[in-house]
């Protein structure tokens, strides 16, 4: 028999990291054009670093009961500020004045917003997959 919970753990973990990542994305995409936050710097952009975690609990609970093998997690180690300094570009309102602008460029963040809501749709339709299977394993016990 197959055990598809760890799998699904797996892909309930990744899901959770990828929608985290997806909301920094988005977040970036709305500041990009911050020159003034709350602390008067302006907006730092930020990345998600992702962290694999190998989960060792008991058998019922992450393992494999065949093989006794930990699953593998995927979690979000940290959201760091992107250590760039930010660009100087000549204000419009004040010219020869100089302002600080946040180093984002919208086009990375859209394909980076594209991957993580891929990643999520493939760890989506593990899931509905893995249900189905479930459901049809238990349909087989009732003919």
Not at 60 to 70: V, Y
């Amino acid at each position: 028999m197959m055990d598809i919970i760890p799998g699904m753990r797996a892909s309930s973990s990744a899901l959770t990291a990828e929608r985290i990542r997806m909301e920094v994305t988005a977040q970036n995409i709305a500041n990009a054009l911050t020159r003034r936050g709350p602390d008067g710097k302006p907006y730092e952009r930020q990345q998600v670093v992702f962290q694999s975690v190998l989960d060792k609990h008991s058998r019922g609970s992450g393992s494999s009961p065949r093989t006794g093998a930990p699953t593998q997690n995927l979690v979000v180690a940290r959201i760091e500020k992107d250590p760039r300094p930010p660009r100087l570009v000549p204000d419009p309102a004040h010219p020869g004045l100089l302002v600080a602008e946040p180093v984002i460029s919208i086009h990375e963040e859209m394909v980076d917003y594209i991957a993580a809501s891929r990643a999520y749709e493939a760890n989506l339709a593990m899931v509905r997959s893995a249900r189905t299977l479930a459901i049809q394993t238990m349909n087989i016990g009732k003919r």
